[in-house]
């Protein structure tokens, strides 16, 4: 499983502007940030939202496009094997409480239907590409609530 950030507008949170974009209908003339990245087209499993409202864009059992360029323990191409779930927020800013009390129920969940052995940060995957979820994501803090249920594993590797 892999952990990513995303804010659109940068840095804003709320607004439909990453439904929008993981939907593939987001309109490049609603904000100026939007043109620049109206080329994409990418998407995620899940995202959790600053409330800790959870959304999921694609089954588990299908490929979503959210590691891009990436590597772990020698294989390519994370996209084929992870599940990718975007919390919303920044590198720089806190996550809050419901955020990662649903990243927990959902991981340990997750873990119960899928042979996910690891967690691991964008910035895991993708070196020097990405920074995300960045420094201001507590890994400890989310290992802790893992632990707080049996048979759980912390920070590894994307599956």
Request: some cysteine.
């Given at each position: 499983m892999v952990v990513h950030n995303i804010s659109l507008p940068p840095g804003q949170f709320g607004g439909a502007a990453i439904v929008a974009l993981f939907t593939n209908r987001l309109d490049p003339a609603a904000h100026p940030y939007f043109a620049t990245i109206r080329q994409l087209r990418v998407s995620a499993h899940f995202l959790i939202g600053r409330a800790g409202a959870l959304t999921?864009?694609?089954?588990?059992?299908?490929?979503?496009?959210?590691?891009?360029?990436?590597?772990?323990?020698?294989?390519?191409?994370?996209n084929d094997f992870s599940i990718g779930v975007e919390l919303e927020g920044t590198d720089a800013l806190p996550y809050e409480d419901a955020q990662y009390r649903v990243l927990a129920r959902l991981t340990r969940a997750l873990r119960r239907r899928y042979p996910i052995d690891d967690v691991a940060g964008h910035q895991d995957i993708a070196p020097g590409r990405k920074t995300d979820p960045?420094?201001?994501?507590?890994w400890a803090r989310f290992q802790r609530l893992l632990a707080a249920s049996p048979g759980s594993q912390s920070r590894g590797a994307p599956t």
């Open positions: 999921q864009f694609v089954s588990c059992t299908r490929r979503a496009w959210h590691a891009g360029a990436s590597s772990w323990r020698g294989q390519e191409h994370c960045g420094p201001a994501f507590d």
